[in-house]
């Protein structure tokens, strides 16, 4: 066996696909000299119940071709299922004798639901039946994949007893590796590593093994990897492809792993993947696009448990048809999973296929799984990631989401980077956004200009309309927009558009820039008239009536100018006829404060206020009733005590 270190070569990896005793095994036992049924009750019945490998060298030695021997017989479609879960293509066998039969078609149309479209279609056994029964039986074949994505697949004639037809077919896998060499691992600088494993055993002197498939990334020897429904962090310390020790294994490649757990830590259908997306291993639903069997009729219920087969594991799952061929599935033993990864669902019984597509979306909120704007999301969700990101930007009112799109398609930092830059173009296409606690937005540049253009127009409306004001507050400006920003993301895209200078925030509130404050003609009155006077007599200011009297002014018109120095904030009316400076109400408030801390447990009377504060008792009155009113104070009886120290201070912030 070889140990020396070699470079990286590829792997196109197909799996078997055909009824029992149709000649899979012994088929790639004659192109790779591999018996891949390796288990005792196997070889005593003859037939494959796990899935095996084996692999085939190229003419060059550039590359390697993996089998994945699936079982046949319709005892073990699960195992097959699991078997084909990660693979690039198909070896369909046919025996010339049987033909067409159950398992035949099941699993076509396993393979078809899955969306494999690569395949070679291998009659099997030619050397038992006539050029007609052959001919018969190509016909048959070909009828049977005319309405499925694996149409026009090349079609071989071989016996495993006489070796006819081996050669071609042996030319032909070689051949079929170079055309789709260039689709093959496009996403491995893009995409998170992902290692699915099939099998974990002992091998004698070296430790445990695991064997699977790279979904996506790159493993590299020393790597430390996160075990999916596990807290382990596992070390591979050697990888292995087919007989040859490498350095590193690509997307698309079947490999062996020499880790640093014990065998039974890690079981098929597990994942090992990068450590930093060890969070994502604890999904218990998700959305996806499902096509339904061509072949059975029967509707997925609501409330009934299906059979959920994504990669090598198997979950009951219940399904919930969200519109069009958009569904969630949802299950109770968590799963590590992403978006495009592939799946079957089987009836209750789990004798019948029922559907199968691909994860879709991860990240499932909470509310309205099935409205209008979800099933919009979903429906770009279902593009490439070049055209989703565009389609999500332009779709959703926040933008992008970052951290929920990088996460759903596994993408790396500089995987979501370089998308970017490929899928949108330069230079102002779109804005950043930051929500401290959400991360990371990208909102079209055309939106954030919409959205930029409502706030200027709304802000200008209020400085018409409140001309003495230096401008309006975040929040009520928030509170009318047409769309529910978190506080976090409202903020800072008020603070981008300030940034850009058409408005100004100062002291939390927003203005447009240039804008100067004209001072309204009652207030102007009021500084002329009214203010001085009740400066003079801050704790005891004199009633409305006697303002009028002292400034020998018609009461309406002292009414009038005090509503309007009310609504400006400049008075706060603590009786009908009673009105304070916001300050000189701040210092009697101070001092409630200050008494309630002397008789914490029984609170203070009237006559206490009134002793502590020098103000008159029928005032005194009016004042606690009105600091009771906006939650200053409570009264219990006769005594009173602080609720909420901060109201009095917010309402004179606001004067």
């Known amino acids: 066996m070889q140990t020396m270190q070699v470079k990286n070569r590829r792997t196109l990896i197909l799996a078997t696909a055909g009824h029992v005793d149709h000649g899979k095994t012994s088929l790639i036992r004659l192109l790779t000299g591999v018996e891949t049924d390796t288990l005792a009750e196997e070889k005593a019945r003859g037939l494959t119940i796990v899935p095996g490998f084996a692999y085939l060298e190229s003419d060059n030695n550039d590359f390697v071709l993996g089998f994945v021997d699936v079982p046949g017989h319709h005892s073990f479609v699960s195992n097959m299922i699991s078997g084909v879960g990660s693979v690039e293509g198909c070896v369909i066998a046919v025996a010339a004798d049987d033909g067409i039969m159950p398992q035949t078609r099941e699993h076509i149309e396993i393979l078809d639901l899955l969306n494999i479209k690569l395949a070679v279609v291998v009659i099997t056994k030619v050397d038992r039946v006539d050029s007609a029964r052959i001919k018969e039986v190509t016909y048959q074949i070909e009828n049977l994949l005319g309405t499925t994505g694996l149409k026009n697949s090349g079609t071989f004639l071989v016996s495993c007893i006489t070796k006819q037809g081996i050669v071609e077919l042996r030319q032909h896998l070689n051949n079929l590796f170079k055309k789709h060499n260039k689709k093959l691992g496009s996403d491995t600088e893009r995409k998170n590593s992902r290692f699915l494993v099939d099998r974990s055993f002992v091998i004698k002197g070296l430790g445990t093994v695991v064997t699977g498939s790279v979904i996506s990334g790159i493993i590299k020897k020393d790597d430390n990897l996160a075990l999916s429904n596990s807290d382990k962090i596992i070390k591979i310390r050697g990888i292995r492809l087919d007989s040859i020790d490498i350095s590193q294994a690509h997307i698309n490649q079947r490999a062996a792993l020499l880790v640093n757990v014990h065998h039974t830590d890690i079981k098929r259908g597990d994942y090992l993947f990068a450590a930093k997306n060890k969070g994502l291993q604890h999904l218990d639903r998700f959305d996806a696009s499902l096509t339904m069997s061509k072949f059975n009729t029967l509707n997925i219920g609501t409330n009934h448990q299906y059979h959920l087969y994504l990669g090598a594991s198997h979950r009951i799952a219940r399904v919930r048809h969200l519109g069009a061929n958009l569904y969630q599935i949802s299950y109770n033993e968590p799963l590590s999973i992403h978006h495009g990864d592939r799946l079957i669902l089987r009836d209750p019984s789990a004798t ?35 055209d989703a990101l565009r389609g999500l930007i332009n779709e959703e009112p926040t933008g992008l989401h970052v951290k929920k799109f990088v996460e759903n398609r596994n993408l790396t930092l500089l995987g979501f980077k370089s998308l970017v830059r490929q899928a949108l173009a330069p230079p102002n296409s779109f804005t950043t956004i930051e929500d401290k606690n959400l991360g990371e937005f990208l909102l079209d540049r055309e939106k954030y200009d919409d959205y930029k253009t409502w706030v200027e127009e709304r ?42 200078g058409s408005i100004q925030i100062t002291s939390g509130l927003i203005k447009i820039t240039g804008h100067e404050t004209i001072r309204n003609p009652a207030l102007l009155k009021f500084d002329q008239t009214i203010k001085p006077l009740l400066l003079k007599s801050q704790k005891i200011p004199p009633r409305t009536r006697e303002v009028a ?20 904030k400049e008075l706060i009316r603590v009786a009908k006829n009673r009105h304070y400076l916001p300050t000189a109400l701040s210092k009697i408030a101070e001092s409630t404060i200050e008494i309630a801390s002397r008789n914490p447990e029984t609170g203070f009377s009237v006559i206490q206020f009134r002793d502590h504060t020098g103000i008159g008792r029928n005032l005194c009155v009016e004042i606690l009733e009105y600091f009771d009113s906006i939650g200053f104070t409570k009264r219990t009886e006769n005594q009173r005590a602080i609720l909420n120290p901060e109201k009095i201070r917010f309402k004179t912030e606001q004067c």
Request: glycine share 6%.
């Open 352 to 386: 019948k296929t029922l559907a199968g597509g691909r994860v879709i979306d991860i990240s499932v909120p909470r509310r309205n799984r099935a409205s209008p704007q979800r099933l919009k999301v979903l429906g770009i969700n279902q593009l490439n990631d070049a």
């Open 459 to 500: 802000i200008a409306q209020h400085h018409k309309e409140n001309p003495s004001e230096n401008g309006l507050k975040i929040t009520s400006l928030s509170t009318n927009f047409p769309v529910k920003f978190t506080v976090s993301f409202w903020s800072n895209l008020i603070s981008k558009i300030a940034s850009e």
């Open 549 to 568: 009297e002292a400034l020998k002014m018609p009461l309406g018109s002292i009414e009038s100018i005090m509503k309007e120095c009310e609504k400006e």
